[in-house]
């Protein structure tokens, strides 16, 4: 308990300690929060699909945001770093999108705190979707005609509804369905003791045990508070002088301080979701921890100072898997097409030719 | 007429001619050709759409086959030419899958004869899908637990069901459940006049009468036949002399020549299918010609040798877009995912970092 009491009072968190015998085990809601000024309605989850799936939102029109956060999949893409336009990539591990609505704070550094500021970065980010600024994305939108029925039946009475504002609402509004309330440990917590093995049921006491519960708390497993904005963080690595401590680029990037430029900030990364960890390898912010095994003796030693045996790793590694799954079955979307011309770009400044394809 | 008899004369076919008048028009098919040895089953329909949407079936684990081939748009990535592993890209636009199955030859050059034989192509192209060879494809699919039950479903009694026929098989079962037959064009020559306008009707008559329908005849609009392996093929260009016949990099690709070193054969392409090809721009073999209109022009003078008025293209264009639409409502398939650790390569010999994204 003393460690993890201690991982609080590095980020300014007080009062909230995790307990193993105590420790409040919580269901996911059935809904993620829903900010005021974005009330779900059918249209704008349509609308949020289409355009989640829409490459024309990249400046080669061949990646879209599910390219990287695969909601078919586990809502990332399973690599260390995406690979953006031109063969680009940054330092940061793809977040999964799946449960990202019940995330406190948006992007690994916390700089958007709500999914709707988030939609907005990768599109424009010259290393990921490309497509440079606001303006020519919506340049882009506005020259496919069936847009513009999909935004004005998502925002009705907005007169120019093609906006990015418009467009990262109704990307947030699908985001929110995008959430798995319904795992073997959503059922074991409301009362389903067969919902688990035994081995579950032990992986979830030497979880909190091991304090992981101190950050990895609340229903998502990612900081006591499920509201937008809220934004809970953590140092890492918090104890120094493990094996570990010097893999993770931590001169490179700086985190949460990148952003707010605050010493205190330095090194703290916002805590992510532990639902679906188990598909969503490698790990960390950086990609760079291969297996969930691995991550487990990671976190239990550079966050609380533990060395824990292989049975505890296996045990704990159970529970985590248990947090994963009840995907929601969804209908592909149909993207509006143009009419006897593409509106993607033809000729850009990379073009390699090969002889022979198709 | 003789424009279009001479055209056949070229590549050797005979006796199939269009008269305006006496233009048979064929409605698709509700179902394309189904190999003997190939049936349809739900469970390989449902793998193979699995398998068209796993980009671990590319070597960094970005692209499916839906990368290039949307069938949530247009069935093609609306490029001159696609983007492959390593941002190459090859000479050919990609084709779309959509009514694929009703192709009696695969690939521009038609050096595949069926479905199955094409699907294994672009997944071990150095510049597609970037896999090598069948033995990397087999042992990622190997590395995926969840494959397994999916094969043994769709192959029951395979005593090694994960094989490259067994996957080609399957995709190319999924392919035929890509066909849009309710079109206004087949809603109107089964009977309803009221899924025209007359400016389509006009454009129907102007299609036949200019000679269009000697080679985009049949109901698929690629041929007389939509037997795999009937292939169809054409010369481009046939008439030289017009300002389009140098555009085309004829000299750079050869097209079926490429594949049989016939000299015959020399600049003889596959006639593509016209059904959705309003909605496929850019055009021709290397997606060089920008608009439908252009291409109705290009194709008028350099196969037929006549000039067209701008009221004819608009007519043609017209009608051509009577072709498209009608998409299938799709699910979302689920991959089967790893757990534990990711199966894609986290590292390549093109890394590029840059410190922040995500």
Redesign the interface.
């Known amino acids: 308990m003393k460690q993890a009491i201690q991982s609080l009072l590095f980020v300014g968190m007080i009062g909230v300690t995790a307990s193993a015998e105590a420790q409040q085990w919580e269901p996911l809601p059935a809904q993620p929060p829903i900010p005021a000024d974005n009330p779900q309605t059918e249209q704008k989850v349509e609308l949020g699909k289409v355009l989640f799936?829409d490459?024309?939102l990249s400046e080669?029109?061949?990646l879209s945001c599910n390219?990287c956060h695969?909601?078919?999949?586990?809502g990332d893409?399973?690599?260390?770093?995406?690979?953006?336009m031109?063969?680009?990539?940054?330092?940061?591990?793809?977040?999964t999108v799946w449960n990202a609505a019940f995330q406190s704070a948006q992007?690994?550094d916390g700089r958007a705190d709500s999914l709707e500021a988030q939609a907005k970065g990768?599109i424009t980010?010259p290393?990921?979707m490309g497509m440079g600024s606001a303006e020519v994305v919506m340049e882009r939108l506005k020259s496919i005609p069936g847009y513009l029925p999909l935004f004005k039946a998502a925002f009705p009475g907005s007169p120019d509804p093609i906006n990015m504002d418009n467009l990262a609402k109704a990307i947030a509004s699908y985001e929110r369905t995008l959430i798995t309330p319904d795992t073997p440990y959503d059922r074991y917590v409301k009362g389903d003791k067969s919902a688990f093995t035994e081995q579950q049921a032990r992986g979830m006491q030497t979880f909190a045990e091991l304090g992981c519960t101190a950050c990895h708390s609340g229903p998502n497993f990612s900081g006591p508070s499920l509201q937008a904005g809220q934004g809970f963080f953590m140092k890492f690595p918090t104890f120094a002088g493990s094996k570990y401590d010097d893999q993770y680029d931590l001169l490179?990037?700086t985190g949460r301080h990148?952003v707010t430029k605050q010493e205190s900030d330095r090194h703290l990364w916002r805590v992510p979701t532990l639902r679906n960890i188990?598909?969503t390898?490698?790990y960390l912010h950086n990609?760079k921890v291969?297996?969930?095994?691995e991550a487990v003796v990671v976190m239990a030693k550079t966050q609380l100072n533990k060395d824990v045996t292989p049975a505890q790793v296996k045990d704990v590694?159970a529970f985590l898997?248990s947090l994963g799954g009840s995907?929601p079955?969804?209908?592909?979307?149909?993207?509006p097409?143009?009419?006897?011309?593409?509106?993607?770009p033809?000729v850009d400044p990379?073009?390699?030719?090969?002889?022979?394809?198709?």
């Open positions: 799936f490459p024309r080669h029109g061949t390219s695969n909601v078919m999949g586990s893409d399973n690599r260390p770093n995406s690979i953006g031109h063969d680009a990539r940054g330092g940061r591990s793809a977040p992007f690994w990768p980010n290393i990921e490179l990037d990148a188990a598909l390898a490698p990609g291969e297996t969930l095994e590694v898997t995907f079955a969804q209908t592909m979307p149909r993207l097409l143009t009419v006897g011309v593409s509106i993607v033809a990379h073009l390699k030719t090969t002889p022979l394809s198709h």
